[in-house]
Each structure stands twice: as C-alpha cells, then as structure tokens.
C-alpha cells in the first residue's frame, strides 16, 4: 500500500514539474524577414539515412544562404545520391581509430564549412517553415552571437514505446538549466 502511494505521489510530482518546464520553453521567435539574412553552413552527420534525408533537404531548400553538408558515416544504403539529389555537398568521414561517430562526422564537417555560424542537424529532423533556420540564426543573434544555442526538437511519436523518450527530453532540458532554483537571471 505505501509503495502505491509513493508511486502516485510521484507521478503528481511528475506532471507538476513537467509543466513547470513546459510553461517555462523559450520559443524560437518568427523574424519573417525583418532581421535579415545570416549566412549559415548547417552540417548533417549521416549512416545510411537515404529514406530521412529528402524530409530534411526538402525542409533546408527554400533557405537562401545556407550550405549543406552531409558527412557520410559509412553508409550502405543511397545516402550520398540522395544527398546530392537535394544539392548537398557530400563528404565521407576520414577513418580514424582513436575517435568515431556522430561527434567525429560533426568535427570533420565543421572543417569543410564555409560560413561561420554551423547548425548540426540529426537526418530524421524536419523544419516547421521556410525560414526556420535563419529564425535560429536570428535567436543566436539576439543573444550576443556567443556561445552555443540548443534546441529541443517536438517529437512526433509513432509507436507507444517512443513515449519513453520524454524522460530523456525532460533531462536534456534539465541540463540546460531551463528550470533550476539557481538559474542565474540577465
């Protein structure tokens, strides 16, 4: 009986920091056009994301001044003729022994950017409208162009089991200090 009642206590517990958190998101503003063009190379790690990268490179290409980047992580499937299918420049990882994944595919795609503000963005992703990415751009603008700038993605949830994934969105958000007794204000 006393583990039912610390377990119901715990779920309020729960949902009443959830929405805490929830009231709390800062929201990406829509600048329209307003603010100007910033020039941005946004940088896409890739393992065999042939079927994800249309969704994504259709979502980038109405964007005016941004260079894509796909750094191929060993594909097998069609990853790289998608990828430039969408105008994309195609690059494979070096092979290296000491470092790999997603970070070393993100390091070696920031040395192929020419532009000085990079976006690395996962392959399943979808922009919400034509200029999400310069709205980004202008958000990291507004806060002094320093420093990094995170963004937690909506998930849409397709199976009943990606509801677990809130718990790892939960402490993302956490760990970005969005909701901390000893947040430090501006």
């Known amino acids: ?11 309020i517990l729960s949902l009443i920091s959830g929405m805490c958190m ?25 393992r065999n994301e042939a079927e994800n990268l249309p969704k ?5 290409s109405k964007e005016q001044v941004i260079e894509v980047i796909v750094m191929d992580d060993g594909s097998t499937d069609e990853t790289q003729v998608v990828a430039r299918y969408y105008g ?14 997603k970070s070393h595919a993100c390091w070696q795609g920031s040395k192929y950017a020419t532009h000085d503000l990079l976006m690395f963005v996962d392959a399943d992703v979808q922009f919400a409208c034509d200029d999400s990415i310069q709205n980004i751009a202008n958000q990291y603008d507004l ?11 909506s998930h849409k949830i397709k199976k009943l089991y990606e509801n677990i994934s809130a718990i790892f969105n939960l402490m993302t958000i956490v760990g970005m200090n969005q909701f901390s007794i000893t947040k430090i204000s501006k």
């Open 88 to 101: 994309a420049s195609v690059y494979t990882v070096e092979n290296d022994t000491t470092w790999q994944g």
């Open 143 to 153: 806060q002094g162009g320093k420093g990094l700038l995170s963004i937690q993605p």
């Open 56 to 60: 994504l490179l259709n979502s980038i």
């Open 1 to 11: 009986m006393i583990l039912y009642i610390i377990a119901i206590v715990l779920t």
């Open 22 to 46: 929830y009231a709390r998101r800062a929201i990406i503003n829509n600048f329209g056009k307003e603010r100007g063009q910033t020039a941005v190379s946004v940088i896409v790690p890739a």
